[in-house]
Antibody, heavy 118, light 108 residues
Framework: QVQLVQSGAEVQQPGASVKVSCQASGYSFTHYGISWLRQAPGQGLEWMGW????????YFTQKFQGRVSMTKDTSTTTAYLELRNLKFDDTAIFYCARDVGNFGLFDTWGPGTLVTVS | EIVMTQSPATLSVFPGESATLSCRASQSIGRNLAWYQQKPGQSPRLLISSASTRATGIPARFSGSGSGTDFTLTISSLQSEDFAVYYCQQYNNSPPWTFGQGTKVEVK
């Protein structure tokens, strides 16, 4: 079955960086993009950006430009999110999601990775 | 950026009754709207895409309607497992993709 498995929870200090992984299985990895989203404690969902699992092309929202990288490794069917210069309000659960058709529809989600900035 | 507004913020419903959730877009998005369900401690689950197409495995008691700027999710005969937070999301034309703030459906 289609599955996304994410790396474990992290605690980082302000100013540090965090890298979250998302390993895909059960489908042809390069046929779908991977989007990254986050959810602050008790808050709603925020889409951060997208990486093409085929070409590696990316799109980030303006809010995160300059501070975020999204990459992929086809050999391990894994996508990565790196967020730099962490701030206290970056504390959130970060989700990866399979992007159907690469147009912003998310049919499978990872379990989430809690990143605490403290 | 397209702003999505959901109402109400909280909906209190008796089990077995129906619930109607609303979502409004700040500009026309055609039918490029999805609904997700999120239970505590879980990741969101896709319920509906293209405003009214149920995702695989989603029960028929979930139905979506609308186009343009106004959309509705109806849950008929609420089951215990349906009490959750529901988000609408637009995916019209080009990013950024945006979500409503969510509607919590709780037991009355």
């Amino acid at each position: 079955q289609v599955q996304l498995v994410q790396s474990g929870a992290e605690v980082q200090q302000p100013g540090a960086s965090v890298k979250v992984s998302c390993q895909a299985s059960g489908y042809s990895f390069t046929h779908y993009g991977i989007s990254w989203l986050r959810q602050a404690p008790g808050q709603g969902l925020e889409w951060m950006g997208w990486v093409s699992a085929d070409t590696g092309n990316t799109y980030f929202t303006q809010k995160f430009q300059g501070r975020v990288s999204m990459t992929k490794d086809t050999s391990t069917t894994t996508a990565y999110l790196e967020l730099r210069n962490l701030k206290f309000d970056d504390t959130a659960i970060f989700y990866c999601a399979r992007d159907v058709g690469n147009f912003g529809l998310f049919d499978t989600w990872g379990p989430g990775t809690l990143v605490t900035v403290s | 950026e397209i702003v999505m507004t959901q109402s109400p913020a909280t909906l209190s419903v008796f089990p077995g009754e129906s619930a109607t959730l609303s979502c409004r877009a700040s500009q026309s998005i055609g039918r490029n709207l999805a609904w997700y369900q999120q239970k505590p401690g879980q990741s969101p689950r896709l319920l509906i895409s293209s405003a009214s197409t149920r995702a695989t495995g989603i029960p028929a008691r979930f139905s979506g309607s609308g186009s343009g700027t106004d959309f509705t999710l109806t849950i008929s005969s609420l089951q215990s497992e349906d009490f959750a937070v529901y988000y609408c999301q637009q995916y019209n034309n080009s990013p950024p993709w945006t979500f409503g703030q969510g509607t919590k459906v709780e037991v009355k």
